[in-house]
């Protein structure tokens, strides 16, 4: 068994100037169709070129993976030049790459900050190879507000949400890292993604809705929305435009089967009770026995583990086409709890198999590394007041 690897990026194009590229050309990864079409139109191409130039470009992107219009070979050379000055296709640069020893790997990812007076924050994205696929757990805040007990990234205050640029980026750097260019149509390396990093995505709905899209196209990146899952805490007023405006799966961070307890792991749950989450459930948008809702369940010693919580889960959930994930809980410095034991999971699990609930546990992966479920937190410096005031 090999150590885990810590990888320093080369410096590539973005990190002579800033850590997204030139600041002072447009970048164009995240842009929709038709804000990418506005942008050349901007830049002179004439409204009966737009849209060709548009499929060009998408492909260029999407489809290759190129990151300088220099290789853009099927643009004309002084096409490709006038762009180079307008535009920039590279990526947020690259602090650190991590490979664990069971192959999972982490970006520590660094971004164009908005205050100059305040550092380039960094988010996380991970890579985690299984037998049956390839799963990408991107981040869409950098910190967090809900301030969940046991996460780490919940001890890390918000700091903004991310750009539709920025979320998509994650993705064009773990293809990057993968060679995984141009995209594969059979034997594919990354075959899902999941919303399951830092920050609350519902907080940032807009933004991971147009990159969402943009990862589902089917002319580009052409990941099918049924491998996309975005996983909430439960902010109940934004889970029926997920399944009416994504279309993408659907998991729900539970942890708790009664409000006392799940007041304490999720305190969002005070503001947005059980009764109230799981109704917000049972009516999702195209939910069904094809289309089940996911259950994420942290096993914690003592807290939430025992054979009542297994049978009140059950109950809980009766109705609703489910499968319930139960995770061992992924520890980190300070954390407050400790996992269940590994009998404890089984039997626990056992219950909710026989009342017919598909429940795997998941196998803790990048420990080693911080990149399990829950140990995400970047290395930004938290912005004081006094950075920020005007």
């Known amino acids: 068994m090999t150590q885990a690897q810590q990888i320093q990026a080369t410096p590539g194009p973005a990190e002579q ?15 929709s169709r038709e804000e990418l079409g506005k942008a050349l139109q901007a830049a002179g191409v004439p409204d009966k070129q737009v849209r060709m130039r548009v499929g060009q470009i998408w492909n260029a992107i999407y489809h290759r993976g190129l990151q300088s219009f220099d290789d853009v070979t099927t643009l004309s050379k002084d096409l490709r030049t006038d762009f180079e000055k307008h535009f920039d296709l590279t990526r947020p640069e690259i602090v650190t790459e991590q490979i664990s020893t069971d192959g999972t790997r982490k970006w520590l990812i660094r971004l164009a900050s908005t205050n100059p007076r305040a550092p380039s924050p960094e988010v996380e994205a991970v890579y985690i190879p299984e037998e049956d696929r390839g799963t990408l757990c991107i981040s869409s805040q950098v910190g967090c507000t809900l301030n969940c007990t ?10 903004r949400n991310l750009t539709a640029g920025e979320l998509v980026a994650q993705i064009l750097i773990a293809r990057d890292a993968l060679g995984e260019w141009p995209t594969p149509q059979e034997g594919r390396k990354i075959t899902n993604i999941v919303l399951m990093g830092m920050g609350e995505p519902l907080y940032n709905f807009d933004n991971v809705k147009q990159a969402m899209n943009i990862a589902s196209d089917g002319e ?3 990941i099918s929305k049924r491998r996309i899952t975005l996983s ?5 007023p934004e889970i029926a435009r997920v399944g009416d405006e994504m279309g993408v799966m659907l998991a729900i961070s539970l942890h708790a089967v009664n409000d006392a307890t799940r007041d304490e792991l999720v305190p969002i749950n005070k503001k947005y ?6 109704n917000a459930c049972r009516n999702f948008p195209g939910v069904s026995n094809a289309r089940r809702i996911t259950f994420e369940y942290v096993m914690l010693k003592g807290v939430n583990d025992s054979l009542k919580d297994a ?5 809980l959930l009766k109705g609703i086409p489910a499968k319930i994930n139960l995770i061992p809980f992924n520890a980190w410095p300070g954390a407050p709890y ?20 598909a429940s795997p546990v998941r ?6 590394i911080m990149a399990a479920c829950g140990q995400l937190k970047s290395a930004s410096e938290k912005i004081r007041a006094s950075q920020v005031a005007s």
């Open 311 to 315: 049978k009140d889960l059950v109950r």
């Open 363 to 368: 196998t803790p992966r990048g420990r080693d």
């Open 338 to 357: 400790e996992c269940s034991d590994w009998t404890q999971i089984e039997k626990f699990a056992e219950i909710v198999n026989k009342a017919g609930y």
């Open 273 to 278: 009770p059980l009764k109230d989450l799981l």
């Open 17 to 31: 100037a800033t850590p997204q590229g030139d600041t002072a050309r447009l970048s164009l990864i995240g842009l």
């Open 150 to 159: 046991f996460c780490h990234t919940g001890t890390q205050k918000l700091v």
């Open 220 to 222: 580009g990146l052409s």
């Open 232 to 236: 909430t805490s439960g902010v109940i």
